[in-house]
């Protein structure tokens, strides 16, 4: 596939803006201002990276907390992302969320729950008003490996089969349900993809280290789905770098495999295409970069700055 240099930066920009995300997460976490557990998702960027490549207007979004940068990906400002997960009024709800709830729906977001897939059924909800105004627009479905199991995530795959939604399900395998290995969590190899025939889906199983790879079987997917041809699965397969949240020592997996693992940095795979293919130089890849660790610096010391919620406070826009 031939790409336009403008597209290629824009797709390392992506990652490194979610990899800077997370490290900058990680650094607040270690610093005591963020409230709570994050969960990082170091390692996994391209999927969201190779996947938003696709998007356009009207699009709608179900993400996950992994990596939770994408918010930003889709348009949500440094300042309010950083200030949600630092517990800031600031923040998209005013600090009541925190890390796991960044969200804007005017940016097509849905939100999500803390318990994973649960509200799964908002995606195919989403595309059911898509159908009925008859436009080309789909919604973008994230959930986990171990997620892939939970019931919730099946009743939505069905009904968006059912009703020929335009759905593409993206499943984020990164080999461990919180200290699960998908071996011991799912009866298929390929806990998204293998389950596609289940529901008559058509379905792509891909690098999740390589962006490019994920666009390239991505379009193919999206492309169907904006023609009417109802859902699709994608099974993105990545690693989870660091533990389930931060202080997780990782007893339950092999060090070794997570080094071997590591050495597959999307972020450095997308440098070595750019370099190689001379989009890019060292330099340019350099000023991307102190850009985005600029602006996040900037951000952070907003969220710093900014009052957090009081407890008077905590209770505003609780239904009962």
Not at 68 to 88: C, D, H, I, Q, R
Not at 286 to 292: F, M, Q, S, T
Request: net charge negative; glycine share 10%.
């Amino acid at each position: 596939m031939t790409y336009s240099k403008d597209f290629l930066v824009k797709v390392y920009r992506d990652l490194a803006e979610l990899r800077m995300f997370e490290e900058k997460l990680v650094e607040a976490y270690a610093q005591g201002k963020v409230p709570g557990h994050i969960h990082s998702g170091m390692g996994e960027e391209a999927v969201y990276a190779g996947t938003l490549a696709t998007t356009k207007d009207g699009d709608y979004y179900k993400i996950t907390h992994r990596p939770v940068g994408a918010a930003v990906t889709l348009g949500v400002s440094y300042e309010t992302a950083f200030s949600e997960a630092m517990g800031k009024s600031t923040g998209n709800s005013g600090g009541r969320g925190g890390i796991n709830h960044i969200s804007e729906l005017s940016k097509g977001m849905l939100g999500f729950s803390g318990s994973l897939g649960c509200d799964a059924a908002v995606g195919p909800g989403a595309a059911l008003k898509i159908k009925k105004d008859k436009t080309d627009n789909i919604v973008y479905v994230y959930y986990g490996d171990g997620t892939s199991s939970r019931g919730p995530i099946h009743e939505a795959m069905n009904l968006a089969a059912v009703w020929k939604l335009p759905v593409l399900f993206i499943c984020q395998n990164n080999q461990f349900g919180i200290s699960t290995h998908i071996s011991r969590g799912s009866s298929v190899e390929n806990p998204g993809a293998d389950r596609a025939a289940g529901y008559g889906m058509p379905s792509k199983i891909v690098d999740g280290t390589d962006a490019l790879a994920v666009y390239e079987a991505t379009k193919e997917l999206v492309d169907d789905i904006r023609k009417g041809n109802g859902p699709a699965i994608l099974e993105a397969k990545a690693y989870r770098w660091r533990g389930h949240f931060e202080g997780d020592q990782t007893p339950y997996r092999d060090a070794k495999i997570t080094e071997e693992w590591m050495k597959k940095d999307c972020v450095k795979i997308m440098e070595k295409y750019l370099l190689d293919k001379k989009v890019v130089t060292e330099d340019e890849i350099k000023a991307i970069n102190d850009e985005l660790n600029d602006e996040m610096n900037k951000a952070i010391e907003f969220a710093d700055n900014s009052p957090a919620i009081t407890a008077d406070e905590i209770y505003d826009n609780i239904y009962a």
